[in-house]
């Protein structure tokens, strides 16, 4: 029986799709900007039935998220791509990792406590204990769920999701509870409302301008994506990751350490994520509310797909997607259409480059029965 | 335990569970032939949106459902179409479908903002009958939770009993030994998506039609998210989804009977993701010996002539 | 076909489709201006305009404004977190916005650091405490409206348990509470309050399990802050259920109509009130980029932002009005005896008069009793002393109970 499903035979064609043995990069780029492409295609044909200007749209989303609005865009992508490092190892390895949100929480959770254990610390102190603090919560928090897969065989779908919940809770606890915000202000001291206090100044990452952009939150980018390079790369590590995602399986059989593997895959996915949680806090935000969880960590798992554990192909999908978020308030003020729009128009975007990723993979051949 | 406490325990485990029962038993469908779809979040707004402008609209919240349910379908057949015919990645298209179907809602539900439905579909209305203990806050239920019931029995029998559940098994244990045996695996894939892009629109019409009949944005508030980890929860089973749904409902609503009594809120908050993770752990120690774990070729494309 | 043909088409079809919708879009889209407007304000919001509670009220109140003021021009943007809160008002600016207004208490941080780093901008803040010379505060507020609804509910309940479904106790919400627990005090000292709180401010499953949570409890009126009307529904459909007869109060959105056999009277904001007087004063340039140190609203009934009802125009539900007639008390001021309708109206007036002869956090005869929030019910301690009237900033950071609030999740 051919290729296809049945119902295809009405169709004079059939459908064959023939893998792509190597992929030169020149089709490679072709492809993304063709799945661009069709995506302001198929916006167009939204926007025009809705009798809206698809060109002012457009100019909207674009221009600013990579023009006037570059600044934002980075900083954005670079508290996403630190999530995304982590991520994307363990995909690579077929570790559902979901919970990057939550690791991301008690990253910032730790670094602030941390900040409010030693206020009178000096910056050059307090700084890298509280990136170490971010980091070293997200990877302990990872590991309950590596743990339980390989031991229990528990989904971790499920574990790192239920795990995204407890930290939440955990945020909203401290914030309400114990950390509740308590500041004078104008001879009043306000408490009870639903923020804590600032991180100590001296912790406060400076930034470019009036930006968010933190020069710190770039370094760590760089840092951990050549890191990432290295290992998945040069390292027997890497070497095991890449076993462990292509043939499981056979990763059991050779007597690869199953256990041991899954927990640094976790340390570092997990790890990684909190630290970007405690740069979000140092270099953006500077206060727990109930709204940090903002689901970032749900954001940069599609960056870890776009990116692969490609160190370019990471940072131009975290710009990339940084760049329709921020653009996407632009295309807000500038049309005045409601958020919902910002929203369809980025699902069209990512399913257009999903088709890219098809496209890329395969080549589709039109044949006669 | 009094009898009003024991009634509500019991009503609002049904009430808050049915929603999340019907999405649960979708998935978990999508899941044993091999489909992941996180998008659940996204097809229940759409559900919800369109189900609500139907019943809005005509009157007739019965024709809401049907065509929220439908709805759910359509939109799943992007996820299909990306993961079976294109073999992307299910986790991303997924991502993507919730983000798709979140924007879609809000944009279409814009005019129905703080309105109301004239009619809506009830239980059977019987003071009397209501403060019986046990049963009384079971017989108030509203028709579709009797129909999650239902269904779950029903996708049990057919999933375990019948030469389709076989069928659907085998195609998300072993697609190529399905193949082989003349099963047309992406027939197979593309209908057990589509049946949980109804039941999770259904999930969704539910919400804005019976749960809460007016509208207003973002009503489904992350139960999409809650009804993949019951999928897991049950183990792929829908009479065991049953139980964990109403499990979650009735445990989500009891920490409000325990507020006032010195426990924090938010740690009353997490007992039910902890209790959730607690079974699935107790649950995954007894079935090791089994080997109960998710189909074997879930979120893997199925490629012909290949592994 | 090879890959160059697919982007041709696509190249093409992209093209035309362009080519289309700028020749083809509707020309009233692009604005044509005639008289500039003169001044440019943008309203960031936290929440959707679709939630018909606190986001869409104020969009409600920019609307109002945007129709009145021919000399503004406004714009919005929703969804803002405070992540994202710093990066949307440098883009405000850039595009020439100088009013710019934060809607949640969440844009408070970002907006002080904005303020500082644009002086020449106006920035109004709606909810905070924190002020800078070109940046004001704004807030309309309900505590004397849910006072209002605490008569009404001790007069209504036959259980004497009484609930209300937070969903944060911040001072606000805080403030709320006690308020309409004096009101429920005053009518009948053996009512009790029960708070849940659900620590979300829009989640219809958890305010629908809080809500039948506290009817199992016993309780026969609900108020709530949420931002829809889930506990109202509830209370409706429990009626219908159960054949008891069940009341609530409308918050923020008019919900009378949505529960029309529960809904008892509720709360009522018209933004659009203070929007006016902000924006006029700051087209007239008696509010500058210099002197909004001090400003800060406060919205009460006498200035018009706050009505009481749940629905405008009808501050009490006609199907009710002869049950609150049928109940007999005393008044505190004057010792007569007068129905808990005509006392309801005669605080109304009270409380709308500029004089403001009444105030809920006013102990007349007797002193205030109340338990800390961070004790237990039994803490009793005396909470205002005859005679005073709880200043403005002891209402902004609340942090009691009211005695007869005898249950709150923590």
């Known amino acids: 029986m051919p290729d296809g499903t049945r119902f295809a035979r009405i169709l004079p064609y059939r459908v064959r799709l023939e893998p792509r043995v190597e992929v030169p990069r020149t089709f490679e780029i072709q492809v993304r900007i063709l799945a661009i492409l069709l995506s302001l295609a198929i916006m167009t044909i939204v926007f025009l039935s809705l009798h809206i200007n698809p060109i002012s749209a457009f100019k909207a989303m674009f221009l600013y998220a990579f023009g006037k609005g570059i600044l934002s865009t980075l900083s954005r992508a670079m508290t996403l791509v630190l999530i995304a490092i982590g991520l994307s190892m363990a995909f690579r390895s077929l570790f559902w990792n979901i919970g990057a949100e939550g690791q991301y929480l008690v990253g910032a959770i730790t670094a602030f406590g941390i900040g409010r254990l030693f206020p009178n610390l000096s910056g050059y102190a307090l700084i890298p204990l509280m990136l170490l603090g971010g980091f070293a919560a997200g990877a302990l928090y990872g590991q309950l769920p590596a743990i339980l897969k390989v031991k229990l065989k528990v989904n971790e779908v499920i574990t790192t999701l239920m795990l995204n919940y407890i930290a939440i809770r955990l945020l909203y606890y401290l914030v309400y509870g114990p950390w509740n915000v308590k500041e004078v202000v104008g001879g009043v001291e306000y408490t009870g409302y639903a923020v804590t206090n600032n991180i100590p100044y001296q912790a406060q990452l400076s930034t470019v301008g009036n930006s968010t952009l933190s020069y710190a939150m770039m370094g760590l980018v760089a840092v951990f994506l050549i890191a990432e390079y290295l290992i998945m790369e040069r390292t027997p590590l890497g070497y095991d990751f890449k076993v462990i995602g292509d043939n499981p399986e056979a990763a059991r059989y050779a007597g690869m350490r199953f256990l041991r593997l899954t927990m640094i895959l976790m340390l570092l996915s997990g790890g990684l994520a909190g630290l970007a949680g405690a740069g979000e806090l140092m270099a953006n935000q500077h206060r727990l509310r109930p709204g940090f969880a903002s689901g970032f960590g749900f954001t940069a798992i599609i960056i870890a797909w776009l990116g692969g554990t490609n160190p370019i192909g990471i940072l131009l999908a975290g710009i990339f997607i940084a760049g329709i978020i921020i653009g996407g308030y632009n295309f807000q003020i500038s049309t005045g259409l409601p958020v919902g729009f910002v929203g369809i128009f980025q699902g069209v975007l990512l399913f257009s480059v999903l088709f890219g990723e098809f496209l890329r993979r395969y080549k589709v051949k039109f044949e006669r029965w | ?307 | 076909m090879n890959t160059t043909g697919w982007i041709t088409i696509v190249v093409v079809v992209a093209i035309v489709f362009g080519l289309i919708g700028y020749f083809a879009a509707p020309k009233g889209e692009t604005k044509v201006i005639t008289k500039p407007p003169t001044l440019k304000a943008a309203f960031i919001y936290v929440g959707d305009i679709g939630d018909y509670g606190w986001t869409h009220a104020h969009n409600v109140g920019r609307l109002w404004v945007e129709q009145h003021f021919s000399w503004l021009n406004t714009t919005y943007v929703e969804n803002v977190g405070a992540e994202d809160a710093r990066q949307v008002i440098e883009n405000l600016i850039s595009q020439g916005y100088t009013v710019i207004f934060g809607t949640s208490f969440d844009h408070m941080i970002p907006m002080k650091e904005a303020a500082e780093n644009h002086t020449d901008i106006i920035f109004f803040h709606c909810s905070g405490y924190i002020r800078r010379p070109n940046m004001g505060t704004y807030m309309a507020d309900f505590y004397q409206l849910y006072y209002l609804n605490g008569l009404m509910a001790g007069a209504l309940t036959k259980t004497n348990k009484i609930g209300y479904v937070a969903a944060h106790t911040i001072p606000e919400v805080v403030r709320h509470i006690d308020a309409f627990a004096l009101g429920i005090k005053e009518v009948n000292p053996d009512a009790k309050v029960y708070v849940r709180v659900i620590h979300a401010w829009y989640d219809p499953e958890k305010a629908q399990s809080a809500a039948n949570a506290l009817l199992a409890e016993g309780a026969d009126v609900l108020a709530f802050t949420e931002d829809s009307p889930t506990v109202l529904q509830t209370l409706e459909s429990k009626m219908k259920e159960t054949g008891t007869q069940y009341y609530g109060f409308s918050h923020y959105s008019p919900m009378q109509d949505i529960a029309p056999n529960v809904t008892v009277s509720g709360q009522l904001v018209h933004w659009e009130v203070i929007y006016a007087d902000i924006l006029s004063k700051v087209y007239a340039g008696l509010y500058t980029n210099t002197n909004l140190q001090d400003v800060d609203y406060w919205g009460l009934l006498d200035s018009g932002a706050v009505e009481l009802g749940g629905k405008p125009g009808v501050p009490i539900n006609p199907k009710f009005v002869n049950d609150l007639k049928s109940v007999t008390v005393t008044d505190k001021l004057t010792g007569e005896e007068l129905s808990v309708y005509d006392l309801v109206m005669r605080r109304l007036d009270q409380m709308k008069d500029k004089q403001m002869v009444f105030d809920p956090f006013e102990a007349y005869n007797e002193p205030i009793m109340g338990w800390p929030k961070d004790g237990s019910p039994e803490d009793l301690q005396e909470m205002i002393p005859v005679g005073h009237r709880l200043t403005y900033h002891e209402r902004l950071v609340i942090d009691w109970w009211v005695d007869n609030v005898v249950s709150v999740g923590e």
């Open chain 2, 1 to 307: 335990m009094n009898v009003q406490i024991l009634n509500f325990i019991i009503y609002q485990a049904m009430k808050s569970g049915t929603p999340l029962l019907l999405a649960t038993l979708g998935e978990i469908y999508a899941e044993r032939a091999g489909i992941l779809n996180l998008g659940i979040e996204g097809m229940m707004a759409f559900g919800a949106v369109v189900g609500f402008g139907v019943a809005y609209t005509t009157g007739n919240p019965w024709l809401g459902l049907l065509l929220g349910a439908l709805a759910g379908a359509l939109i799943s057949l992007i996820h299909a179409f990306f993961s079976i015919s294109l073999r992307v990645n299910q986790v991303v298209s997924g991502l993507a479908l919730v983000i798709l179907g979140l924007g879609i809602h809000s944009v279409m539900g814009k005019p129905y903002v703080g309105q109301k439905l004239s009619n809506t579909i009830t239980g059977i209305i019987s003071p009397s009958l209501a403060q019986i203990p046990v049963v009384g806050s079971i017989i108030v239920q509203d028709p579709i939770a009797f129909l999650g019931l239902a269904l779950s029995v029903v996708l049990w029998y057919v999933l375990f009993k019948t030469k389709y559940g076989i069928i659907l098994r085998s195609v998300g244990e072993n697609p190529a030994a399905a193949d082989a045996l003349g099963i047309n695996v992406y027939k197979v894939r593309y209908l057990a998506t589509i049946f949980g892009g109804l039941m999770a629109g259904l999930a969704g019409a539910y919400l804005s039609i019976i749960f809460r009949p007016s509208w207003t944005e973002g009503i489904t508030a992350g139960m999409g998210w809650i009804a993949i980890a019951l999928t897991i929860f049950s183990l792929w089973n829908p009479i065991h989804a049953l139980w964990a749904s109403y499990f979650f409902g009735a445990i989500s609503a009891s920490q409000y009977l325990l507020q006032g009594k010195g426990i924090p809120v938010d740690i009353l908050g997490m007992m039910p993701y902890i209790f959730t993770l607690v079974i699935v752990v107790i649950a995954s120690l007894a079935q090791l010996k089994k080997r109960i774990g998710a189909p074997e070729a879930l979120a893997v494309p199925y490629v012909r002539g290949q592994s």
